[in-house]
């Protein structure tokens, strides 16, 4: 499984963007990268995820290098129920069941 | 996304107990499910992979005979984890694999305190 690298925590001021980076230099080529974040005691939340291309929805943007081996996840402007762990993933292809693995993630702390 | 509901949200039980969760996939019919475990302050750790109609896969460490998975139908898995203990005590997360991109979306999970 590739495994993704992340900085243990991040502070974000309120209204700010939150830029969280995410290393995973030994993906392959057919592997997607997901982000979930998970809020104190609840189940993960899905936020975006990508093969190649820039993506954005109505939560966020994730940019990935074009060498896919890093990619960063941007909240556009950060407000206190942003708090939370944030997971880099890069699921399993479907050949081998689309498994998540999930590594310690980064914590976010978006402070007022 | 599909939405993904629990049942119950927290158990308590005695030791040597059996207890159900139920996990409902309440707009998709999921042919996979999938079966976590998170202890407090850590990750999440898959524990098995739920297929409708055929046996769960199992992740390596992970007793089968203890944790028991039934997916019975498209919109509803089960684990029972049978004769519990203290250490089994710990928050069961379930996720479907839903959409055409095969995302996993999850459940609110389940609190299991065993006394």
């Known amino acids: ?28 080529g057919n592997e ?51 708090t939370a762990v944030y997971y880099c993933i890069v699921r399993v292809p479907p050949e081998y069941g689309n498994k998540l693995v999930f590594g310690a993630g980064t914590i976010l702390r978006v402070k007022s | ?44 750790m898959l524990m098995a992979t739920s297929n409708e109609g055929s046996k769960a896969t199992y992740e390596q460490g992970v007793e089968k005979d203890k944790f028991l998975i039934n997916h019975a139908s498209l919109t509803l898995s089960t684990l029972t984890v049978t004769s519990a203990h203290p250490e089994d005590s710990s928050f069961y997360i379930c996720s479907v694999l839903a959409g055409a991109s095969d995302t996993q979306y999850f459940g609110p999970g389940t609190r299991l305190t065993v006394l």
């Open chain 2, 1 to 44: 996304g599909a939405v993904v509901s629990q049942h119950p949200s927290r158990v308590i039980c005695k030791s040597g107990t059996s207890v159900k969760i139920e996990c409902r996939s309440l707009d998709f019919q999921a042919t996979t499910m999938f079966w976590y475990r998170q202890f407090p302050k850590k990750s999440l």
């Open chain 1, 32 to 82: 997607y990268v997901y982000w979930y974040r998970q809020i104190h005691s609840q189940g993960p939340q899905y936020i975006i995820h990508g093969l190649k291309n820039n993506e954005t929805n109505e939560m966020a943007s994730l940019i990935i290098t074009e060498d896919r081996k890093s990619s960063t996840l941007i909240l556009p402007h950060a407000t206190l129920r942003d």
């Open chain 1, 1 to 28: 499984d590739a495994k993704t690298t992340q900085p243990p925590s991040m502070d974000c001021a309120e209204g700010r963007a939150a830029n969280l980076p995410c290393n995973h230099s030994t993906i392959s």
